[in-house]
C-alpha cells in the first residue's frame, strides 16, 4: 500500500472506530480532564515529578467498537499484575503521550496527553512493563498515529522524543525504527548482534547521530532525541551521548510510526521487544528536565 493510500486508511478506520482486536482483562485507568499547565520555573516537567497510580473507570473515544475476537494475536497479560501508572506530566509542552494504559479493547493508541491525538494498534501485546503497561512488539505489529498538521507543526521550533525501550535478544540486526515520522526525525535502535547502538537521525541532518554506548537486549534503557532549532543531540538514560549543528523542519504529511520504520513498515525494520511511556514535546529538554520527564531519579548531566 503506498504512503497516500495507508493514510487514508488510516483515517477512515478512526472515522469508523476500526481498530485491532484486543483482550483487555486488567484494571482500567482514568483519564484526566483538567486543562494542562506551564509552569513558572523553566522546568515544564515540575508539574508532575513522579508517576502515579489510579484504579478509576476509564472513559474510551466514543467512535471506539468494543471486540473481544479471540483469534486476535494481540493479548492482554497484565491481568492481576501492577496497578496502572500515569507518567505523563500535565503541562501544555507535552503534545503526545503514549503511556499504554488503555485503549487496548479497542485496539487505540491512546494519547494521554492534552492533545488526545489518538492512533491505532495491531497485532500488539499488552505486558508489565517499566512503569504499568508496556507493549510488546513482534514484526507483524503496527502501531501509528495519523498526520495532523495542526499537531505536527508544533515542533518545528524544537522538540524532545523519548521512549522508554527493551529490545528482544535476537533480534538486534540492523536499523529498527522505535519512533519515526518519514522525512523528518527518526529515534531508532541500530543492532550489532549481541547488543545495539541508539540513532537519532532527520532526512535534514545529512547524517545519523550514533551512540558510543552499546546497550544489552532485555534491559529497560531511556532513550531519547533533542533538537533545539540549532543543534540536534541523542541521550541514553539521561545522559548526552553526542550532538552537531543541524536544522530540521517538519516535512511531509506522514504518520508517526512507533515500532517500525515507516511510512514501509516490515519484520525487517521493527524493533521487536517492549516499549513503553512515549513521549513527543514541543520544547527541547536536557539534563535535570529530560531525568525529571523520563522519571530517572538521579542521573550524570553533560
Not at 18 to 24: K, M, P, S, Y
Not at 60 to 89: F, I, K, L
Not at 93 to 122: I, K, P, Q, R
Not at 230 to 235: D, E, P, Q, R, V
Amino acid at each position: 500500500m503506498g504512503a497516500r493510500a495507508h493514510r487514508s486508511a488510516i483515517g477512515l478506520a478512526l472515522a469508523l472506530g476500526i481498530g485491532g482486536c484486543f483482550q483487555d482483562e486488567g484494571p482500567k485507568q482514568a483519564s484526566s480532564s483538567t486543562a494542562p499547565a506551564t509552569t513558572e520555573s523553566g522546568d515544564p516537567t515540575s508539574a508532575s515529578a513522579s508517576a502515579s497510580t489510579t484504579d478509576d473507570a476509564t472513559t474510551e473515544p466514543a467512535t471506539a467498537s468494543t471486540t473481544s475476537d479471540a483469534t486476535s494475536d494481540a493479548t492482554d497479560t497484565t491481568t492481576g499484575g501492577p496497578s496502572q501508572v500515569r507518567t505523563c506530566p500535565n503541562v501544555a509542552e507535552l503534545v503526545l503521550c503514549y503511556e499504554f494504559e488503555e485503549g487496548w479493547t479497542e485496539g487505540y493508541l491512546h494519547d494521554s496527553s492534552a492533545t488526545a491525538h489518538h492512533g491505532l494498534m495491531n497485532a500488539v501485546t499488552r505486558v508489565p512493563g517499566h512503569a504499568g503497561s508496556a507493549a510488546a512488539l513482534t514484526g507483524e505489529s503496527s502501531v501509528y498515529a495519523p498526520y495532523d498538521e495542526q499537531v505536527f507543526q508544533r515542533f518545528n521550533d524544537g522538540f524532545t522524543i523519548a521512549a522508554w525501550i527493551n529490545p528482544a535478544a535476537g533480534m538486534l540486526s540492523g536499523t529498527r525504527g522505535i519512533i519515526e515520522r518519514d522525512g523528518h526525525v527518526i529515534l531508532a535502535l541500530n543492532g550489532l548482534g549481541d547488543t545495539y547502538k541508539v540513532l537519532c537521525d532527520s532526512a535534514q541532518a545529512g547524517f545519523p547521530l550514533s551512540s558510543a554506548t552499546q546497550l544489552a537486549p532485555d534491559v529497560w534503557n531511556h532513550v531519547a532525541c533533542v533538537y533545539d532549532g540549532s543543534a540536534y543531540s541523542l541521550w541514553i538514560n539521561g545522559e548526552m551521548e553526542s550532538q552537531y549543528s543541524a536544522s530540521i523542519a517538519v516535512l511531509s504529511d506522514d504518520p508517526l510510526y512507533l515500532g517500525n520504520d515507516g511510512p514501509v513498515t516490515g519484520p525487517s525494520t521493527a524493533m521487536v521487544g517492549m516499549v513503553d511511556e512515549i513521549q513527543l514535546w514541543e520544547i527541547p529538554l536536557k539534563d535535570a528536565a529530560l531525568c525529571t520527564a523520563a522519571g530517572i531519579e538521579s542521573c550524570g548531566v553533560s
